[in-house]
């Protein structure tokens, strides 16, 4: 039953939201677009590209592949049509929850209703997705010097090992090869990834910042694995590990600057900064040198 109720609450979900996701995934990929383009020059054209995580719809893959040869890695298996084996691996490897849920999804026409609203707004009559290995940002199952851009989103957060991952990125582009990675810092309103702070916004049942404050902790229950690394402390791994990266930052909306401030007046948060707290998403950029 528990299954059901998730699998109806992701209908609603997207069912009102599949053109905002639409919007706001190539709006994202756009953004990376004139970042690399502004700051190193280059275009992505005729590139071979490695997306991160792309999750269950391809992630930015088939905007990617459009120009370029590309290729995704994702923990989960990534299922494309329909497969009775390649459901049966996705029960034994992510489990039956994963496996319901893409099943209903499917069943529903939520993918379908995705995939035609992307093919409305990128104006072409075939969505390609190209190939999702499965496995993790920590092993990534390509040889060295492989890949001209390598891009994730949303997905370092929910990484055990963040060191070994951006070491990973590294080897796998090639010299002169660039990096786009945005990530969500465990100091931001939403860090800590659970659903009723997710979409409760301000107004939210646990309150603000719950997951950084003692007396609310107990109460937060994330919907992944979250490895609590701030906004400084990925400031800190990207300058140690990489040389010379961009860090751009996303702020979230103004009421939580003024919330930030009240709830440091009142002796709250006393460990971080305002400008932490008020961080939604963190882009970094690097390209791979000699030195590097």
Known sequence: MDHLRQIFALRRLYSVQVENRVAIGLGDIRHAERCIRENYGIELRNLKILEIGPGQFGGQLPFLALNNQAIGVDTDI????FSVSKYFQMFRQNGAARTVKTIGRKLMGVDRRYFKELRTKLSVSRISVPEIRTANAMDLPFDANEFDFVYSRAVFQCVPEPIRAVREVKRVLKPGGIAFITLQPY???????????????????????????DEL??????????????????QRIFRDECGGPIFLMTGVSEEYISLANELKGAGHLPDYSVEELTTGALDVLFTRTART
Not at 78 to 81: A, D, K, L, T
Not at 206 to 212: E, I, K, R, T, V
């Open 217 to 234: 902790k107990e109460k937060v229950r994330p919907n992944s694995y979250v490895n609590k690394l701030g906004l400084r402390d990925w």
């Open 187 to 213: 100091t931001s309103p939403t860090g800590c990834l659970d659903p009723r702070v997710l979409y409760g916004g301000i107004n939210n049942e646990l309150g603000l910042w719950p997951h950084l404050r």
């Open 78 to 81: 990534v299922i494309h049509g």
